[in-house]
């Protein structure tokens, strides 16, 4: 059996101390002080991982209803009713108004699909020749979305390749590419 006067050691929050009498008062509460703190960050890093874990969730379950919106807007696109019908589009424009606010208060957003081409944003599904410049985006195939500023869904555009060329400006770069290859042969 080990006598009061004997230097016991503990471990305390990763902190080894001694139980003596030369332990003061100061030692004793940067301890606890340390203690504290170290406390303070694991509750951070949980509650920082339960929310990544609630985002993940989210963002799974707005993926899946992400095609519903789609489907949403191309039928009010597409859809040309006569006035007795007119009722029924309100309310499917009603119930489509819900959902985007309801989307938009959970932190989704929107990709802006206008202007140049962005690699990181949108996907190009095609290339057409155009007026514009070329990756420009002339059409939105499908909307791009993002989450708390994170990427859930690129935006599938038409680009533009540029001004077509003229059938003489064709022939020419071909008869140049011919006589590269026949000075190479």
Known sequence: MSS??????????????????DTSPDELKELLQRTQANFENYRKQTEKRVEEIIQMASRNFITQILPILDNFELALQTTKLSSEQSEFLNGITLIHSQLTKTF??????????????????????????????????????????????????????????????????????????????????
């Open 4 to 21: 009061l006067n004997q230097q016991e050691t503990e471990e305390i929050g990763g902190e080894s101390i001694k139980n003596s009498n």
């Open 104 to 185: 938009k208060d959970n932190g989704v957003e929107e990709i802006n699909a206008e202007g140049k081409f962005n690699p990181h944003i949108h996907e190009a599904l095609m290339k057409i020749p155009s007026e514009l410049p070329e990756n420009t985006i002339i059409e939105v195939l499908q909307k791009g979305y993002t989450l708390h500023s994170k990427l859930l869904r690129p935006a599938k555009v038409k680009l533009s390749a540029g001004k077509p060329e003229s059938k003489e400006s064709m022939k020419e770069q071909q008869n140049n590419q011919n006589k590269k290859k026949n000075t190479t042969n």
